[in-house]
């Protein structure tokens, strides 16, 4: 078969030629549905509106994985088995399917090039927020305010308070942390840099890419770790280590996880590479079968994701209840200008946020958060319950899973998209908070150190949990999402609105009306 086509891709339709992404999402979606509710399942196969109606199913997946501590297991293991399924990947003119690419593909060997960091800098962890640098008592006090507000939940608060009570746990020497896109704007690269980890950087061969990752190795105190198709010389210059260095996690996903079974050392795998679009599922894709690959081979490997709060998400019972007490204790102001628009809009807009608890065999009741997003498109939610689905299936064959939910942060490329930028920047009218890319990156990198360090943390396999889906409730940083008076994509066009008022106009006045 004669092709262009290079790596991991969506199948290519045979009557059209072409690969259809939402077809393909369909396809994995009604699987995952198939066993725990097999209306749904068939729904989703014949939605004719996918890119509109995709949140129906998702939210779907999460109502059925309430109703037993079992199905959760089952939908990630037919969405996985699915996934892996349709997928293909092409090397050299061949096509294979994504599930045999480990065995069937000649790869060919990474070399190792190993960088020390030039610093003797203890491990100190800090949070930037706002222009300050919070540790000790202010940093507590604004974990206070946040959890308050309900900005976070009491167990991501807690997390950090015992990040800030043990600082020893900061000193990452004895672990080997792999990163998934390391040059990523909203990962750890340059904390765990100041925390002499181990580093395994996996990222595109780029220059301007490698040139960042280096100088920040270079200023702390880590050893870095990174793959290149040739053998190089120890002391190769820097100027030349960037041209050289990098690995694509799309077209050489199976050197990638041969290189890393081959490592010597335990492996903490973090999956947080990012790409727009259909891309990001391809990327989620690669980066689950690199997982999966390493994790059989090396069974004391653990796992890292960050979750998007713009989601869909089982919940606990107080959440919902917090919820509707917001809703109900909406000023005068709010209630007639929410409802008016409303009713204009014809219930479209400031739909109530959550009510329904669903009960479930081991006798709680949750609630449904559904954060979903319709601008940010069914590959985005793909690319994300991809994640969730590993970390659920991984955790519950014995791994430690580290998975958090990160709040809403301004990075590039949640700010190129015009629509969610002015919506952040509204949000605090439905007290949301998003958060910088410095601040994120402090509060999750420490999140994810608290998973690996403390025995009692629901990363652990060993720590009991009522059911497979709080282990995404628990450490949670919503940015207040969870908690809002309103169904949060009906709120965030009058967000957006005010955002983009705000940018141009004075709009103290208006905020105080729909507050009083």
């Given at each position: 078969?004669?092709?262009?086509?290079?790596?991991?891709?969506?199948?290519?339709?045979?009557?059209?030629?072409?690969?259809?992404?939402?077809?393909?999402?369909?396809?994995?979606?009604?699987?995952?549905?198939?066993?725990?509710?097999?209306?749904?399942?068939?729904?989703?196969?014949?939605?004719?509106?996918?890119?509109?109606?995709?949140?129906?199913?998702?939210?779907?997946?999460?109502?059925?994985?309430?109703?037993?501590?079992?199905?959760?297991?089952?939908?990630?293991?037919?969405?996985?088995?699915?996934?892996?399924?349709?997928?293909?990947?092409?090397?050299?003119?061949q096509r294979y399917l994504l599930k045999d690419i480990m065995n069937d593909v000649d790869t060919a060997d990474?070399?190792?090039?190993?960088?020390?960091?030039?610093?003797?800098a203890a491990p100190e962890w800090y949070v930037p927020y706002k222009g300050q640098k919070l540790q000790g008592?202010?940093?507590?006090?604004?974990?206070?305010?946040?959890?308050?507000?309900?900005?976070?939940?009491?167990?991501?608060?807690?997390?950090?308070?015992?990040?800030?009570?043990?600082?020893?746990?900061?000193?990452?020497?004895?672990?080997?942390?792999?990163?998934?896109?390391?040059?990523?704007?909203?990962?750890?690269?340059?904390?765990?840099?100041?925390?002499?980890?181990?580093?395994?950087?996996?990222?595109?061969?780029?220059?301007?890419?490698?040139?960042?990752?280096?100088?920040?190795?270079?200023?702390?105190?880590?050893?870095?770790?990174?793959?290149?198709?040739?053998?190089?010389?120890?002391?190769?210059?820097?100027?030349?280590?960037?041209?050289?260095?990098?690995?694509?996690?799309?077209?050489?996903?199976?050197?990638?996880?041969?290189?890393?079974?081959?490592?010597?050392?335990?492996?903490?795998?973090?999956?947080?590479?990012?790409?727009?679009?259909?891309?990001?599922?391809?990327?989620?894709?690669?980066?689950?079968?690199?997982?999966?690959?390493?994790?059989?081979?090396?069974?004391?490997?653990?796992?890292?994701?960050?979750?998007?709060?713009?989601?869909?998400?089982?919940?606990?019972?107080?959440?919902?209840?917090?919820?509707?007490?917001?809703?109900?204790?909406?000023?005068?102001?709010?209630?007639?200008?929410?409802?008016?628009?409303?009713?204009?809009?014809?219930?479209?807009?400031?739909?109530?946020?959550?009510?329904?608890?669903?009960?479930?065999?081991?006798?709680?009741?949750?609630?449904?958060?559904?954060?979903?997003?319709?601008?940010?498109?069914?590959?985005?939610?793909?690319?994300?319950?991809?994640?969730?689905?590993?970390?659920?299936?991984?955790?519950?064959?014995?791994?430690?899973?580290?998975?958090?939910?990160?709040?809403?942060?301004?990075?590039?490329?949640?700010?190129?998209?015009?629509?969610?930028?002015?919506?952040?920047?509204?949000?605090?009218?439905?007290?949301?908070?998003?958060?910088?890319?410095?601040?994120?990156?402090?509060?999750?990198?420490?999140?994810?150190?608290?998973?690996?360090?403390?025995?009692?943390?629901?990363?652990?396999?060993?720590?009991?949990?009522?059911?497979?889906?709080?282990?995404?409730?628990?450490?949670?940083?919503?940015?207040?999402?969870?908690?809002?008076?309103?169904?949060?994509?009906?709120?965030?066009?009058?967000?957006?609105?005010?955002?983009?008022?705000?940018?141009?106009?004075?709009?103290?006045?208006?905020?105080?009306?729909?507050?009083?």
């Amino acid at each position: 078969m004669s092709t262009s086509l290079d790596g991991l891709q969506f199948p290519i339709n045979s009557a059209s030629n072409k690969a259809s992404t939402s077809q393909t999402g369909k396809e994995i979606i009604a699987e995952a549905l198939s066993i725990v509710d097999n209306k749904s399942s068939m729904d989703a196969l014949t939605e004719k509106n996918w890119r509109k109606n995709y949140p129906i199913y998702f939210k779907a997946l999460v109502e059925h994985g309430i109703r037993s501590t079992n199905n959760p297991i089952t939908i990630a293991k037919q969405g996985l088995h699915k996934a892996h399924h349709s997928f293909d990947f092409y090397r050299n003119g061949q096509r294979y399917l994504l599930k045999d690419i480990m065995n069937d593909v000649d790869t060919a060997d990474l070399h190792t090039v190993q960088l020390r960091g030039e610093s003797d800098a203890a491990p100190e962890w800090y949070v930037p927020y706002k222009g300050q640098k919070l540790q000790g008592q202010a940093l507590l006090d604004q974990i206070q305010t946040w959890q308050d507000a309900g900005i976070i939940e009491l167990s991501h608060a807690d997390a950090l308070r015992a990040a800030q009570a043990h600082p020893e746990w900061f000193n990452l020497s004895d672990r080997t942390m792999v990163l998934f896109g390391a040059g990523s704007e909203a990962g750890p690269l340059t904390w765990l840099s100041k925390w002499k980890a181990n580093i395994v950087a996996v990222d595109l061969p780029n220059s301007r890419v490698w040139d960042r990752i280096l100088k920040t190795i270079q200023q702390g105190n880590a050893t870095l770790y990174a793959p290149c198709a040739e053998k190089l010389a120890e002391n190769t210059p820097t100027a030349t280590l960037k041209k050289k260095l990098g690995a694509d996690l799309l077209t050489q996903t199976p050197e990638i996880a041969h290189w890393l079974s081959q490592s010597e050392h335990q492996l903490d795998l973090a999956a947080i590479a990012y790409l727009d679009g259909e891309k990001h599922v391809r990327v989620s894709m690669a980066m689950d079968s690199i997982m999966q690959y390493v994790s059989e081979r090396k069974a004391d490997t653990s796992l890292m994701f960050m979750c998007t709060p713009t989601d869909v998400y089982a919940v606990p019972k107080e959440v919902v209840e917090a919820s509707h007490e917001k809703f109900q204790q909406r000023s005068k102001t709010q209630q007639i200008i929410s409802k008016s628009i409303s009713t204009v809009s014809g219930q479209h807009f400031f739909k109530e946020n959550l009510k329904t608890l669903i009960s479930s065999d081991n006798g709680k009741e949750y609630g449904i958060a559904d954060c979903l997003v319709v601008e940010q498109g069914p590959n985005y939610a793909l690319a994300k319950r991809i994640q969730q689905w590993r970390a659920t299936l991984a955790r519950h064959s014995g791994q430690r899973v580290s998975i958090n939910i990160a709040p809403s942060t301004t990075t590039h490329s949640v700010t190129k998209n015009p629509l969610l930028k002015a919506a952040f920047n509204g949000a605090s009218l439905f007290d949301v908070e998003s958060f910088s890319p410095e601040t994120t990156n402090a509060l999750m990198a420490a999140l994810w150190i608290h998973d690996l360090r403390n025995p009692d943390s629901v990363a652990n396999p060993e720590t009991p949990l009522a059911h497979p889906l709080e282990l995404m409730m628990k450490g949670a940083n919503h940015g207040g999402l969870w908690r809002v008076a309103y169904l949060a994509r009906t709120a965030l066009p009058f967000a957006a609105i005010y955002g983009f008022a705000n940018d141009k106009l004075p709009m103290k006045k208006i905020y105080g009306l729909f507050k009083k």
